[in-house]
């Protein structure tokens, strides 16, 4: 048996095949990275801007509502932000820290909405939060969104 190999051709496939091998090492390492994921680390971190969004499609917010909680969203994105900052390598304090943040905002965020927004928004990120679904894409079987009511605050 008489094997030829074609040089020129294999030198296209190990230059092809480690040009592969580099790009995908590359997106591996960018993804390992603080921030690199999608949303952020652990995939769960969305900018002001993200958050206000879904909150305003999913909620059906009115002006009042959308610059109220947008302003929210800014407010504690930058104390979350400072909070990773000084964490240093203490993560069980971050996480205590952050717990506390998210249940102060939790609250400003009630005052705001309605109690139906409220507590479809409670609803929506339990199953952000158990990585069911996509925000916004609720299953079959959940209520429908709440309906627009203008002016209208929330609160109990």
């Given at each position: 048996m008489n094997k030829t190999f074609n040089i020129p051709t294999m030198k296209k496939i190990l230059i092809a095949t480690i040009t592969f091998l580099l790009v995908m090492t590359g997106s591996m390492a960018l993804l390992a990275q603080p921030g690199g994921g999608p949303g952020g680390p652990g995939g769960m971190r969305m900018t002001p801007e993200q958050e206000t969004k879904l909150?305003?499609?999913?909620?059906?917010?009115?002006?009042?509502?959308?610059?109220k909680v947008?302003?929210?969203?800014?407010?504690y994105a930058q104390k979350m932000q400072s909070?990773?900052?000084?964490?240093g390598e203490d993560w069980s304090a971050?996480?205590?820290?952050?717990?506390?943040?998210r249940q102060e905002k939790d609250q400003k965020l009630k005052a705001i909405l309605t109690a139906d927004q409220f507590t479809h928004w409670q609803t929506m990120r339990q199953r952000m939060n158990q990585g069911r679904?996509?925000?916004g894409t609720p299953p079959a079987n959940k209520p429908e969104k709440p309906k627009k009511e203008k002016g209208k605050k929330g609160g109990n």
């Open positions: 909150l305003e499609d999913s909620l059906n917010l009115n002006a009042e509502q959308l610059v947008k302003a929210l969203n800014e407010e909070a990773r900052a000084n964490a971050m996480r205590e820290t952050m717990m506390a943040m679904g996509t925000p």
